[in-house]
């Protein structure tokens, strides 16, 4: 948990011009008093980006549904926001919490409200499943006959693609898909959900870890026979894990055994 911000700052600075956005997410878990990671930084030491970022990520958590608990009130955050000035958070922010909060709570009520009118915005899911697909079909093809150095970095190119379209798929479940199926009333609903939830994580760590290690020509060229292994392997439970979704979870959502 506490290496997310180091891991989402590096993906961010794969694209230059997003250099002093990604310091700031590097930065978003540091506190005012010195007690927070992945650096202890503390006061101005911390950019104002990072800290406006943290107080905003910090209501985001508390305004979201958990597998734990569900989301506090705005008047439990507005007190919770207040009380850690000066500890985990820059007190010169305190003027703009009210704002803050009246513009989360507008904004964050209408997507709750729009996910439930739109089944959880199931097409996205789907469409996003299509992009998936479409992807793997590519990389398999290119696989068949990758050789040269261009062509290995094309290949790479298409498995980073492939990462950041199946980080936002599963960041988009996580947010407004399993929240809700997980406190469903009905034994199923939640069970499946549940499950699905539990290996969610492991998809994603595999393939970051995958994406990783073999980010470069020179890093494939050491061990290209484990490379091709290991990205079949990886391939083949993302294709299970999306067979699954689509034949068990998603007609859960389709109906109105979810409600």
């Keep these: 948990m506490k290496r997310h911000p180091i891991i989402s700052a590096d993906i961010i600075s794969e694209a230059g011009h997003l250099g002093e956005i990604a310091e700031i997410v590097y930065q978003h ?9 992945p650096n202890g930084l503390s006061g101005d ?3 104002i980006g990072g ?3 943290a107080l905003c990520d910090a209501l985001d958590a508390m305004a979201s549904n958990r597998a734990y608990r569900k989301s506090l009130s705005w008047d439990e955050i507005e007190k919770e926001l207040y009380s850690n000035l000066g500890k985990q958070f820059d ?13 989360w709570a507008k904004n964050f ?7 439930a009118q739109s089944k959880l915005q199931l097409d996205n899911l789907i469409d996003q499943h299509a992009r998936l697909r479409i ?6 093809k290119m696989l068949e006959s990758c050789s040269t150095k261009d062509e290995i970095d094309l290949l790479i190119s298409k498995i980073v693609e492939l990462a950041g379209v199946l980080r936002i798929h599963l960041n988009n479940e996580d947010r407004y898909l399993y929240p809700r199926l997980m406190t469903s ?11 699905f939830d539990s290996k969610m994580g492991d998809l994603s760590n595999n393939f970051i870890s995958f994406k990783t290690r073999y980010n470069s020509y020179e890093n494939i060229n050491k061990n290209p026979q484990a490379f091709i292994s290991e990205l079949k392997n990886v391939i083949s439970k993302l294709i299970k894990r999306l067979d699954k979704e689509d034949k068990e979870l998603y007609p859960l959502i389709e109906s109105d055994k979810f409600d």
Excluded: F
Aim: hydrophobic share 35%; proline share 4%.
């Design 135 to 140: 992807l793997i079909d590519s990389i398999n």
């Design 45 to 47: 030491e911390i950019q």
């Design 109 to 115: 009520e209408g997507d709750i409200e729009n996910v």
């Design 185 to 195: 009333k009905n034994n199923e609903v939640m069970n499946v959900a549940t499950e």
């Design 51 to 53: 800290r406006i970022l």
């Design 91 to 103: 007190p010169e922010l305190e003027i703009v919490i009210p704002e803050l909060i009246e513009y």
């Design 29 to 37: 878990h540091e506190k005012w008093d010195g007690s927070g990671y």
